[in-house]
């Protein structure tokens, strides 16, 4: 009877062990995915913020140099390349809006996402060149605003912003 009771006992032993084993490597794995899914989002975030800040950039440089061109009397068939070419950055600059805006649900990145994209809309509707610089230095601060608010979405987590 010791012989069975001793080797009921090791069963259960046994069987307990690779019960609480399978529950740590399960909670072990779930860890893992969730910091994996984490990382890969922070990584998306990171790209299509540096992307999207990029395309305001160019736009912006696009529609500073349709404004020369409007202002200094270029030929009719150079002022309409521009205006494509400025229209072609802007579509640009709302793709890479659109991605930034469905990989946060920040609605303060999404509102600076849209100012920028607003005052660099502004910048050929200048009328004269102190206008114009006017709208220069409100697009090129809030371009920079768009980058200080999303910066904390791209924090490692864990860390902090």
Known sequence: MEVVATSVVAV????????????F?????????????????????????SVFGGA????????????????????ESELLEMRREAQRLRAAALEAMFRVQLLTEASEVVEADRRA????????????????DQERATSRTLVYNFISTAKPHTAVPGKGH
Not at 118 to 125: C, E, N, P, T, V
């Open 12 to 23: 259960f032993g046994t069987l307990l062990g690779s019960v609480v084993t399978h529950v």
């Open 117 to 132: 994209v607003r005052a660099i809309d502004q910048i050929d509707r200048a009328e004269t060149r102190t206008e114009l």
């Open 56 to 75: 305001l950039a160019n736009y912006r440089r696009g529609q500073m140099d349709l404004w020369f061109a409007m202002h200094v009397h270029h030929a």
């Open 25 to 49: 490597q399960r909670r072990t794995v779930i860890r893992s995915e969730r910091f994996t899914r984490g990382e890969r989002l922070r990584q998306e975030r990171i790209d299509a913020f």
